[in-house]
């Protein structure tokens, strides 16, 4: 199951790992909406595959992340402070549940869908921006669980402030979030009309586009340098902005490229792929992490 702020998408995956069926709902906000939530979605799988029940659930969700205890924490926007969704999920369905960070469990999901092996660096271009890395086949956590929190590099040229209290993170210049605050035009969800605004001269959605294209081939090439991975794959809600989003990451890694020989080896603006659409790679790799 994949939590996210407005909605949730449950799937069940049989013995093979294939795709069974697939639920989604919105998501009610609040830890009591968050709950009944994901206790319904789980309800109509059961409807929709015939089961009885599931051997395991596994939920992937924004915030922090405590997989021991199964409590997640500051996942505001879902208006959660701090709920133990594991225990308290799996006391409502009489199955045991585990809890992952919801990017993470989209590498793992990517590279089961996209058959990857090895090392897989997975960028998330949402509302946020984060990274899920897969090490030889294992995720890649960290000891706080914050391994891949690349959004909150400052290295963003701009100086604008993030809400973590840093200046110039990546996310305030490539992000849903920096999208939302710096082109108000674009409304609740920007993502869907910035391509058709800036190709008709609107200058801020132009400027935002750049600067998203920019901010997200700095992350590959900072992910290609930390880990050389076999696969870099981009997904999160801005990947749908497809073909020119890929096509000017391609363009500005080649102009760098260009001028670095070093960096041209890498031959990171041919390696770095887009998740393919309407992969529920979250729910699966939350699903797969349960075991
Ligand atoms: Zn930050």
Redesign the pocket.
């Known amino acids: 199951m994949d939590i996210g702020g407005t909605k949730t998408e449950a799937i069940a995956l049989d013995e093979l790992g294939r795709v069974e069926a697939t639920v989604t709902r919105p998501t009610v906000s609040g830890a009591e909406g968050v709950l009944s939530t994901a206790e319904a979605a789980v309800a109509e799988l059961a409807e929709r595959t015939g089961r009885t029940g599931f051997a395991s659930i596994g939920v992937g969700l924004p915030g922090q992340i405590d997989r021991r205890s199964g409590e997640v924490r500051n996942a505001y926007n879902m208006g959660i402070d701090s709920l133990a969704i594991g225990p308290e999920l799996g006391r409502r369905t009489g199955i045991p549940v585990s809890i992952d960070n919801d990017v993470t469990a989209a590498a793992i999901g990517a590279a089961h869908l996209m058959e990857l092996g090895g090392t897989v660096a997975y960028l998330n271009l949402g509302t946020g921006v984060a990274s899920g890395i897969i090490v030889d086949g294992a995720p890649l956590r960290g000891k706080l669980g914050m391994a891949g929190e690349i959004g ?1 590099l400052p290295i963003g040229r701009l100086g604008r402030p ?1 809400p ?1 209290g ?1 200046t110039g ?1 990546l ?1 305030t210049e490539a992000s849903g979030s920096a999208l939302k605050a710096y082109w108000p035009a674009g409304g609740e969800h920007p993502g869907r009309t910035l391509l058709t605004a800036a190709a008709s001269g609107d200058r801020d959605a132009r400027r935002c586009f750049e600067l998203l294209v920019q901010g997200a081939a700095s992350a590959i090439r900072l992910l290609g340098l930390s880990l050389d991975p076999d696969s870099l794959v981009i997904g999160g809600g801005l990947r749908l902005l497809g073909a020119p989003l890929r096509d000017g990451i391609r363009d500005e890694l080649a102009r760098w490229e260009a001028e670095s020989p070093f960096l041209a080896a890498l031959e990171l603006s041919r390696r770095f792929q887009l998740l393919p659409e309407g992969s529920p790679a979250a729910a699966v790799g939350a699903a797969l992490a349960a075991g």
């Open positions: 909150h993030c973590c840093q993170c996310e």
